[in-house]
């Protein structure tokens, strides 16, 4: 298999918007893994190009007539090793998730892998395939928590939405959809876009010594404002692009390349989304590392398409 063509199977370009998911579960949940957390976003990749190869696999038969030029159908890789790839990937992925938490990481990488893989055999075809696909983007998020639903579910809401509404979406990147199911899919990027500030946002626990605390005040204060307008400039990004896109989708529902354009902003967009979320769970820099790796997404993706 030549690079150029490994890199369209899996869709490579969209696999720099899978890190962010793990990465705003950990944040969420107080980075259960310590310095192991790498692993996580690491396995996440693996899973997200597994499920791409998988994709390509399941849907060779399909795509002979609607994406011929994709690498299966158009006979620049050969069926079984797009599954061999789909399964290397996937054990890759258990394997790093187990490198970052054991056992509690594998409870949550075992569905998680069991819903991308049930999403391109089963569920893509039917009604359910967004719902599928939503959870597994938001397993992919308590996945970086360690399991902790408590605390990382509203980011796990908040990626889950957004991945909803691309999804339904997709369907008709080849025909266009129809206003009725476009309507849904611009409801999920609100749902996601108000939700991602109140998944940053948790009270502290614990007491502070006096006068510890007056000696924080200051630096405190001024950590939280930088949160908050980290948090509001990357939500303002996600909704003038992601939003933008899926609006002009909305009204122009029946052209297909319209829609498939919409379709490729959600894929990449994620990652204003998970900005955000990292934003106010007081993780600035990381923050702005991810709307870095958006940008080289955008970039990429002029190259390998992210569909």
């Known amino acids: 298999m030549r690079p150029r063509d490994a890199a369209e199977l899996v869709r490579l370009p969209a696999a720099l918007t899978a890190p962010g998911d793990s990465l705003a579960g950990a944040a969420a949940a107080g980075w259960p893994y310590g310095g192991r957390t790498w692993a996580a976003p690491a396995a996440s990749v693996c899973l997200y190009l597994a499920g791409m190869a998988l994709n390509d696999f399941a849907d060779s038969d399909l795509d002979a007539f609607e994406r011929p030029e994709r690498p299966v159908p158009s006979g620049r890789v050969a069926p079984f090793q797009a599954l061999g790839t789909a399964v290397a990937l996937s054990g890759a992925g258990l394997g790093l998730a187990a490198v970052a938490g054991g056992t509690r990481a594998l409870r949550v990488a075992v569905p998680l892998t069991a819903a991308v893989w049930s999403y391109d055999l089963w569920a893509q075809r039917t009604a359910a395939g967004p719902a599928v696909m939503a959870l597994a983007r938001g397993l992919d998020v308590l996945l970086g928590a360690g399991g902790d639903l408590r605390r990382a579910a509203l980011p796990a809401f908040a990626v889950a939405a957004h991945t909803a509404g691309v999804t339904t979406l997709s369907r008709g990147e080849v025909s266009g959809t129809t206003g009725r199911a476009a309507v849904p899919v611009r409801a999920a990027a609100l749902a996601a876009t108000r939700t991602g500030p109140a998944a940053g946002t948790r009270p502290r626990t614990g007491t502070v010594p006096r006068t510890a605390a007056a000696s924080r005040t200051g630096t405190g204060r ?76 955008r970039v990429a993706s002029r190259k390998v398409s992210p569909t």
């Open 222 to 297: 001024r950590t939280r404002v930088a949160a908050g307008v980290a948090t509001g400039a990357a939500l303002a990004g996600y909704a003038a692009t992601v939003g933008r896109a899926q609006l002009a989708a909305l009204r122009a529902p029946g052209h297909a390349p319209t829609v498939r354009a919409a379709t490729g902003t959600g894929v990449r967009g994620v990652t204003g989304l998970q900005s955000a979320l990292l934003a106010g769970a007081g993780a600035p820099v990381l923050a702005g590392a991810l709307t870095a790796l958006g940008g080289l997404a």
